[in-house]
């Protein structure tokens, strides 16, 4: 089973600030790799999918890259809905498919 | 608008068994995968099974494998998992959501459930 490890736990920035997190498989997942995004009571959100590619709908701020075993999900300017859990999710090796930790991204 | 809303959990008593359904609308049901994902404050987001567009597929994690059994109904919009030999571990918000991609399932989910909780307590 492949293990996603998120970094940092947590993340303490202003709005306008930008935003980077990170993700790490315990082994190789190509580009197969998805962000999303869960703010309190929702359910998630798909933002991007196969490492870069940004879901219907989610604003060009938002960007992914990465190949491998290390990906990122950068936030260009952060606005203030962006404040959110991020979950980075495999789909290279499965069943089954696997989801990171969480990544917290709280206002300063 | 295109939704999913699940429905039967509550608290079991460990070993007992449970059904939940999720019904789908706004969107063509048979033409997608869909998914089981539960949530815990403990683990976090945890895929837990996998059904083809047609049934005829179905894939499960190993926490749950010879336990629990996804289905789904077309006809009726309709996806269950029943759920049988329930452990206190198998508590939490169980959310049915749609695969990403039309066709063959690609394994992200990008139509979520609000979710129904499950407990397994004595």
């Known amino acids: 089973e492949i293990v996603l490890t998120q970094s940092p736990a947590t993340l303490s920035l202003s709005p306008g600030n930008r935003a980077t997190l990170s993700c790490r498989a315990s082994q190789s997942v190509s580009s197969y790799l998805a962000w999303y995004q869960q703010k309190p009571g929702q359910a998630p959100r798909l933002l991007i999918y196969d490492t870069s590619n940004r879901a219907t709908g989610i604003p060009a701020r938002f960007s992914g890259s990465g190949s491998g075993t290390d990906f990122t999900l950068t936030i260009s300017s952060l606005e203030p809905e962006d404040f959110a859990v991020y979950y980075c999710q495999q789909r290279r090796d499965w069943p089954p498919y696997t989801f990171g930790q969480g990544t917290k991204l709280e206002i300063k | 608008e295109v939704q999913l809303a699940e429905s039967g959990g509550v608290v079991v008593q460990p070993g007992g068994s449970l059904r939940l359904s999720c019904v789908a609308s706004g969107f063509t049901f048979d033409d997608y995968g869909m998914h089981w994902v539960r949530q815990t404050p403990g683990k976090g987001l945890e895929w837990v099974s996998l059904?083809?567009?047609?049934?005829?597929?179905?894939y499960y994690s190993s926490s749950v494998k010879g336990r629990f059994t996804i289905s789904r109904d077309n006809s009726k919009n309709s996806l269950y998992l029943q759920m049988n030999s329930l452990r206190a571990e198998d508590s939490g918000l169980y959310s049915c959501?749609?695969?990403?991609?039309?066709?063959?399932?690609?394994?992200?989910?990008?139509?979520w459930g609000k979710g129904t909780t499950v407990t397994v307590s004595s």
């Open positions: 959501a749609r695969d990403f991609h039309n066709g063959a399932p690609w394994g992200y989910m990008d139509v």
């Open positions: 059904i083809s567009r047609d049934g005829g597929d179905s």
